[in-house]
C-alpha cells in the first residue's frame, strides 16, 4: 500500500494493481481521502474506503470476478464514491474465498530439481495460465506497442521494395521461410520478455516460487501470441501489396534470378519480410516491455 499515485494507461488515476498470477495487490490510498478532493476532513470515511479497496483488491486475488450489484465488495466501480457503497459479499462468493484461500496462500517452493518442479507446477497451473493470456488479450496487448509497430513498419516497407528480398521469394523454398519466421518470432518474444528483466523470485528457502513460474509462463505464452498477431499482420500487409500495388512488370524483371509472379512467391516474400519487421521491431519496442508486461500481470483498478 503506497500513499503515490499510480501510473494510469488510459483514464485519470489508478487506485489498485492486482496480479492474480503472482498474488500481489498494490494500492494506492492517495485518492480515497476526502481532503484530496477538497472536502472536510472524514477519517472514518478514509478508514471505510481503504478497507473496501483492500477486500476488492483481495477479492481479486482470490480470483473472483466483477459483479453488476454497486453494494457488493466486487463491483466494477468507476469512481471514488462507489467504494462508499460497497461492502457485500454474497454465499456464493464467500464459499468461492473459502475454496480458493488454503490453495493461494500455501504457495509451493522447490530448492532442488527446478526443471521438474516447474513442469509439475506448468500442469497444475495451466488453466490459471490459459486465464490469464485470456484476460491479458493479446490483441489488445497489439495496441501497447506503438514503437514496435513503427520501427517494424519502417522496416517492412523499406525491404518490401528491394529487388534482393524479390529474390528470397522467387528461389527460396518454403519451409526454410517457414523456419525462418518461426526463428523471428521467438526471438522477438525474448527481446522483449528480457528487456522486463525478471527476476527469479525465490521464497525463504531460497527455492523457486511456484508464482514464478506461472507468471512467466503467463507472460511469455501472451508475448508469443503478440508478437504472431503482429508477424501476421505485417504478412498480410505485404502479401496485399504484392498483389494489388506492385507492378507485374517489375515482379518478372526486377529479381535478378527468376521473375516473381506466382502466388506463392508472394507468399514466400511476405514472409520473409514479416519476419525481418518483427525482429527489427522488437529491437526497437523494448521500450514498450514495461506497460505490456504490466498489462499481462495486473489487473487495473482505474477511476
Given amino acids: 500500500m503506497t500513499e503515490v499515485d499510480l501510473a494510469a494507461s488510459t483514464l485519470s488515476s489508478t487506485l489498485a494493481l492486482p496480479s492474480q498470477l503472482t498474488n500481489v495487490g498494490v ?3 492517495k485518492r480515497l481521502d476526502p481532503e484530496f478532493w477538497g472536502d472536510d476532513d472524514d477519517e472514518p470515511r478514509l478508514v471505510r474506503r481503504l478497507a473496501r479497496l483492500l477486500m476488492h483488491t483481495f477479492g481479486h486475488l482470490l480470483n473472483l470476478d466483477h459483479v453488476e450489484d454497486p453494494a457488493n465488495v466486487m463491483y466494477d466501480l468507476a469512481e471514488i464514491e462507489d467504494l462508499d457503497r460497497m461492502g457485500e ?35 497444475r497451473n495451466w488453466r490459471a495460465i490459459l486465464r490469464a493470456v485470456a484476460r491479458a488479450n493479446p490483441f489488445r496487448l497489439v495496441t501497447e506497442l506503438p514503437t514496435m509497430v513503427t520501427a517494424a513498419l519502417s522496416v517492412v516497407v523499406v525491404v518490401f521494395f528491394s529487388a534482393e528480398v524479390w529474390d528470397v521469394g522467387s528461389t527460396v523454398e518454403l519451409y526454410q521461410l517457414v523456419l525462418f519466421s518461426a526463428i523471428a518470432i521467438l526471438g522477438a518474444t525474448v527481446v522483449l520478455y528480457r528487456a522486463f528483466a525478471f527476476g527469479t523470485v525465490i521464497g525463504r528457502g531460497r527455492g523457486l516460487a511456484e508464482s514464478t513460474v506461472v507468471t512467466a509462463a503467463a507472460t511469455a505464452l501472451s508475448l508469443v501470441l503478440t508478437v504472431l498477431l ?58 514498450d516491455s514495461e506497460d505490456l508486461v504490466r498489462a499481462v500481470l495486473f489487473l487495473d483498478e482505474e477511476t
Avoid: C, N, Y
Fill in 27 to 29: 494500492i494506492s490510498a
Fill in 89 to 123: 459479499l454474497t454465499e456464493a462468493q464467500t464459499t468461492a474465498v473459502a475454496r480458493a484461500l488454503p490453495r493461494e496462500a500455501h504457495e509451493r517452493t522447490s530448492g532442488r530439481a527446478r526443471t521438474g518442479f516447474a513442469l509439475r507446477m506448468l500442469g
Fill in 230 to 287: 503482429l508477424f501476421l499482420a505485417f504478412a498480410a500487409l505485404a502479401m496485399l501489396a504484392s498483389v494489388t500495388i506492385f507492378p507485374e512488370k517489375l515482379m518478372e524483371t526486377w529479381p535478378t534470378v527468376d521473375p516473381a509472379t506466382r502466388t506463392l512467391d508472394h507468399a514466400k516474400l511476405s514472409l520473409f519480410v514479416a519476419a525481418l519487421g518483427t525482429l527489427a521491431g522488437s529491437l526497437g519496442g523494448r521500450a
